[in-house]
């Protein structure tokens, strides 16, 4: 214990000693720097003063000579015996007049009567008391609201002296103009204030007659105002002078704040210093004395020394394997790891290893809405969340991209297993996300692999989680996918899609169907959806299913919907042509959400209306909610100029997603399409027959015209006529078929009879125009859902 305090005093005493000396100077420099700066100022200030002072003499020197002149032209019209009264008949200049010996005034302007009476009665109370000189200056003093100053000279006959003067020629000025004149303004732009006074010795007091501040100026230097030659003060002693001051005093506090901050700075500096030094030194001591312990065994010193190495190479894989935001293993810190795993299978040190990838949805408009710093703190927070509930497992959690984790378990029992953890972060990101005030709830797509065979590469196993990925990405329920082998096909397929489907469009491959849409009252066709078909030259027929999501990943949506628009618009001008003229029906197109970010679209429809000459009520437009909810704002403006063409629209697949009633409020719908879930096949369930009825009742209230999606049975049909549903489609009236078999069925008029349910098989080979559809009844076929996606 006493040791410890005298190894403690002995390592503070320096700092002390330091910081009193550091101090101790300190403030004996800053003291003279003080005194140094306020002499330096006091000299600055008392030539400015002085200057400005000088600036004032030739205007009293101006009305002393004025006064001068005016004596001695009343002087040389003076005979020695002549007295004052000869002077009265005599006109004296401006702001002058003539006051006889008693100080009365003999005579003056009438404009300047008052003034010259005023000035007077001042001379003869300045000289009750004693005698002024011949030639003397009195004030300034206050007539009415001026100040004025006066200077008298004898008017002397030839051959008089002037103590035998018998009047004065007396010349004054406003004091204000002598100021102005002065400039004494400037000195307040020059940091100064400053105040033009009298000084009264006898009494002790000045009488401050200009100033810039409200109160007498304190701690000032002032300089005399000379009195012109000849001239004497009327008071004896009393004399002006300018007095100026720095608007911040003689030393400026902020230079003293600043030079006090610096002192303090160097003596914390210093003392830490010294400090340090002290402690540097103790340390260096103390490990002098390790080394010579350490000499005493060789392998001790090259065990020390390879810990520093490996401690510094520690810090440095650190820093190269880890991400700087989450700070969890990047990705070569993860392949690395998965390289030495699948090392440990193959030497069947580990039984299997399982690769999950995790992609965060709606990352990137988080980003747009909200900010980068939003999604780097988003991802901050998912790989907290994951580091708690992977923390159990053996493994690596890493960040893999931008909006992407990655997770190696070392050791997992099956790919079931695997599946489960993938569950369980999907399971942390349930919870809402705090972000910039913000409550976001995040959901993920996640692929799994795993691996028991240590003959595959890392690259290897990392593809087949991708591939997981990609494939749970275009699944429309299950958003956790384990790889399996013909994955691997069906991505290489995609490739070769992707590639086919961009000269699709050139070779006129693609295609159009159409769905009738019937009245539920009648059954009679009143329009139709229409639905895109790829006729691949090697897959055959593709649903819009197979290729629609490939197109709009690969930036082809907008050019195939022009295109589909370009043939509806074609297709329905051509029918119009042909039907007859009271004929009414309309055709319906899918827009997806690239569509609606496509600028020039509605001029693009609007040229194609024109060009055709077609009405607007014969083209709707189909829109998810999923593509609305991305970019409401924009979406809005482009449903707006549709709808102000006269082009009504559909909210499709009501019933399925959102549902949001908000929607059927903010976009200016038409229609509601209801979707499957609610349009059951037997009609007898009775959650989804009231739900359904709750549906078409919302609607007509909303005055929205109501369409049944997916009608397979007459009991679907009949219920929802019931209902009060207007218009309805699906299979139960008719499979989608060609353009010419839709007109025939708008030309002919005639109700669609009940159908035993069918499939069709498009023959790719013939011509599409001449293609044949064969019809094979089967007894129960279950469909999926035959509109363009979104």
């Known amino acids: 214990m006493t040791r410890s305090i005298r190894r403690l005093s002995v390592g503070w005493l320096p700092t002390a000693v330091v910081l009193a000396v550091v101090l101790i100077c300190g403030s004996r420099l800053i003291f003279l720097s003080v005194q140094h700066h306020a002499a330096v100022a006091r000299e600055t200030a008392t030539a400015r003063a002085a200057t400005f002072a000088r600036k004032i003499e030739p205007q009293l020197q101006r009305l002393a000579n004025l006064a001068a002149r005016q004596a001695a032209l009343a002087g040389q019209g003076l005979s020695a015996t002549e007295g004052s009264a000869a002077i009265a008949s005599m006109t004296p200049a401006a702001n002058t007049f003539w006051m006889s010996s008693e100080d009365k005034v003999l005579r003056s302007r009438a404009s300047e009567a008052a003034t010259a009476s005023g000035l007077a009665s001042e001379w003869e109370s300045a000289e009750s008391a004693r005698p002024a ?3 003397a200056v009195l004030g300034p003093l206050r007539l009415g609201s001026q100040w004025l100053l006066a200077i008298r000279a004898p008017v002397l006959p030839p051959g008089v002296a002037a103590a ?33 006074s009298q000084i009264e010795p006898r009494s002790a007091r000045s009488r401050i007659f200009v100033s810039s501040r409200t109160e007498p100026l304190a701690d000032a230097v002032g300089s005399r105002v000379r009195l012109p030659t000849g001239q004497a003060a009327a008071i004896p002693g009393s004399y002006l002078q300018v007095a100026i001051r720095p608007r911040d005093g ?74 700087a935001f989450t700070g969890l293993p990047n990705r070569r810190y993860f392949m690395d790891q998965l390289d030495r795993a699948l090392r440990d299978v193959r030497t069947k040190r580990r039984q299997r290893v399982a690769v999950i990838l995790v992609d965060l949805a709606r990352f990137k408009l988080i980003n747009d809405m909200l900010g980068h710093t939003a999604g780097d703190e988003l991802m901050v927070q998912a790989a907290r969340r994951f580091e708690k509930c992977t ?33 369980l972060l999907q399971q942390e990101l349930r919870a809402p996300f705090e972000l910039r005030r913000h409550r976001l709830v995040v959901a993920a797509t996640i692929g799994v692999t795993s691996a028991d065979s240590g003959q595959r590469r890392a690259e290897d196993v990392v593809r087949e989680a991708d591939i997981a990925l990609s494939v749970a ?54 329009g139709a959806e229409a639905l895109l078909r790829w006729r691949h030259p090697v897959e055959s027929v593709l649903g819009p299913e197979k290729f629609l999501r490939i197109a709009e990943e690969a930036g082809l949506m907008v050019s195939i919907t022009r295109w589909v628009i370009f043939r509806v618009i074609k297709l329905a001008g051509e029918w119009q042509r042909l039907l007859p003229a009271d004929a009414r029906f309309f055709i319906s197109v899918n827009l997806s959400q690239a569509a609606l970010r496509d600028p020039g ?59 949001s009633l908000s929607y059927l409020q903010l976009f200016p719908f038409d229609f509601v399409k209801i979707d499957r879930p609610f349009v059951n096949r037997t009609g007898a369930d009775q959650a989804n027959t009231g739900m359904m009825a709750a549906m ?95």
Request: proline share 5%; aromatic share 8%; net charge negative.
């Open 164 to 196: 035998q003067a018998r009047a004065w020629s007396v010349s004054y000025g406003d004091l204000d103009e002598l100021v102005a004149e002065s400039h004494l303004a400037r000195l307040v732009d020059m940091g100064y204030d400053f105040e033009l």
């Open 250 to 323: 003689w030393y400026p506090p902020t230079r003293l704040a600043s030079e006090i901050g610096l002192l303090v700075f160097l003596a914390w500096l210093l003392g830490f210093g010294t400090h340090d030094l002290g402690h540097a030194l103790q340390r260096s001591g103390a490990a002098l004395a390790a080394s010579r312990r350490r000499l005493h065994s060789i392998h001790q010193q090259l065990a020390a020394e390879m810990q520093k190495r490996l401690s510094l190479q520690e810090t440095f894989d650190h820093a190269r394997f880890h991400d």
């Open 473 to 526: 990405k275009r699944h429309d329920t299950s958003k956790i996918v384990v790889f399996t082998p013909n994955m691997a096909g069906q991505a290489a397929d995609l490739v070769s899609l992707e590639a086919d489907l961009h000269v699709a469009l050139e070779k006129n491959e693609l295609r159009l169907l159409f769905q009738p849409i019937v009245d539920l009252r009648s059954y009679c066709m009143v």
């Open 391 to 423: 923390a159990a497992f053996e493994g690596v959690l890493a960040r893999w991209g931008g909006d992407q984790f990655a997770l190696l378990i070392l050791d997992v029992a099956s790919p079931e297993a695997a599946l489960s953890v993938g569950g």
């Open 133 to 135: 000189p011949a030639r």
């Open 696 to 790: 078409v009742q919302m609607a007509g209230s909303l005055r929205l015209t109501a369409i049944a999606e997916i009608i397979e049975t007459e009991a679907a049909a009949k219920a929802l006529q019931e209902m009060g549903c207007d218009l309805g489609q699906g299979y139960y009236f008719s499979e989608p078929i060609e353009a010419a078999f839709a007109l025939q069925r708008l030309r002919s008029r005639e109700p669609f009879e009940p159908q035993a349910m069918v499939e069709t098989i498009e023959v790719p080979a013939l011509d599409v125009d001449d293609s044949p559809t064969i019809m094979i009844p089967v007894d129960s076929v279950s469909y999926p859902d035959e509109e363009t996606p979104e």
């Open 601 to 659: 679209l509605t001029e693009y429809i609007a040229s194609l209306l024109r060009e055709t000459r077609l009405p607007p009520a014969m083209l709707k437009f189909e829109l998810t909610e999923a593509a609305l909810i991305n970019n409401v704002g924009a979406a809005r403006e482009m449903l707006d100029r549709l709808h102000g063409m006269g082009i009504q629209l559909m909210l499709d697949d009501f019933g399925t997603g959102y549902s």
